[in-house]
């Protein structure tokens, strides 16, 4: 019996191909049937690549809202599983399951702020639906958590590189011995303002005298602020306001006006503290 070897050759290669594709011609990669739709609040494919698979960006500490497009009059039930690298995330929900109620109406929202653990792990939701007739259907969505310029700003040293009077038409204020000042900003609300080795003498005779202690950001997100008090007079805090004008994860730029009419100009004059991220 004669054996054709292209055909033996052909048959392995497209059994090898199946064992890495899986050859699933009767699964469309991108179909939604027997799936539960998600999508954002606003609309928004969040599809991606096979059967029940969706995929969404999110920074840390800003709150996603997916709506799960399966009215609560045809499901008996709605869970949803959080998982971080594959493992079920026991801090989510009831241990790792948050059950909907069943009264959801047409869509239900599910919302998530992802905190600073989720940056740069494997977090996926399961949306799991058990159907009036008794079938249950699934959908993942896998959460890709990138750190925000909020959530960044305990982990940088922020370098004072320039001081602009803006009202001045925008003239550098920063002195020679302040350029090697830098503020640490913690995690847990505290703050220190370092001057460097070119410090109490000159224009930096009386650094040291005031000591920032806390820091935080409005819930509007437009305001730094920051409380300070004179060394002799440590129960009198002061507080300063400042626009956020620019906020990146290695750039910061805060606005604040100051009353300097005892000098005789304004009670407005505003100034931009710049200041660049570096390793802490």
């Known amino acids: 019996m004669k054996i054709n070897i292209q055909k033996v050759f052909?048959?392995?290669?497209?059994?090898?191909?199946?064992?890495?594709?899986?050859?699933?011609?009767?699964?469309?990669?991108n179909s939604n049937e027997q799936?539960?739709?998600?999508?954002?609040?606003?609309?928004?494919?969040?599809?991606?690549?096979?059967?029940g698979q969706y995929a969404l960006e999110a920074l840390s500490g800003?709150?996603?809202?997916?709506?799960?497009?399966?009215?609560?009059?045809?499901?008996?039930?709605?869970t949803i599983t959080k998982t971080v690298n594959l493992?079920?995330?026991?801090?989510?929900?009831?241990?790792?399951?948050?059950?909907?109620?069943?009264?959801?109406g047409d869509a239900y929202t599910f919302t998530y702020a992802p905190?600073?653990?989720?940056?740069?792990?494997?977090?996926?939701?399961t949306f799991t639906a058990e159907r009036s007739d008794g079938l249950s259907i699934t959908s993942d969505l896998t959460l890709i958590v990138t750190l925000s310029p909020r959530d960044n700003i305990p982990f940088r040293r922020w370098n004072l590189v320039s001081r602009l009077w803006v009202d001045a038409d925008n003239a550098e204020d920063l002195k020679d011995c302040e350029k090697d000042n830098y503020y640490l900003f913690n995690s847990d609300g505290t703050m220190s303002l370092n001057f460097g080795t070119?410090?109490?003498?000159?224009?930096?005779?009386?650094?040291?005298?005031?000591?920032?202690?806390?820091?935080?950001?409005s819930e509007d997100g437009e305001s730094f602020i920051m409380r300070r008090y004179n060394v002799f007079t440590p129960d009198v805090i002061e507080t300063?306001?400042?626009?956020?004008?620019?906020?990146?994860?290695?750039?910061?730029?805060?606005?604040?006006d100051l009353d300097l009419s005892?000098?005789?100009?304004?009670?407005?004059?505003?100034?931009?503290?710049?200041?660049?991220?570096g390793p802490k």
């Open 10 to 29: 052909a048959g392995l290669f497209l059994c090898s191909a199946c064992m890495f594709t899986g050859c699933e011609d009767d699964i469309p990669s």
């Open 35 to 51: 799936a539960i739709p998600l999508r954002t609040a606003e609309g928004s494919d969040l599809k991606a690549p096979g059967r």
């Open 62 to 78: 800003d709150e996603v809202s997916v709506l799960v497009d399966i009215p609560s009059s045809s499901v008996r039930s709605l």
């Open 87 to 104: 493992e079920v995330d026991p801090t989510f929900g009831e241990n790792g399951v948050l059950t909907v109620p069943a009264s959801y």
């Open 115 to 125: 905190p600073v653990s989720d940056i740069d792990q494997l977090v996926g939701f």
């Open 198 to 217: 070119n410090t109490g003498s000159g224009d930096c005779a009386l650094d040291g005298l005031t000591v920032y202690h806390e820091w935080e950001i």
């Open 240 to 256: 300063e306001v400042y626009r956020i004008a620019v906020l990146t994860t290695t750039r910061m730029e805060l606005e604040i």
């Open 262 to 277: 005892v000098f005789g100009l304004s009670t407005e004059e505003t100034f931009r503290y710049i200041m660049q991220a």
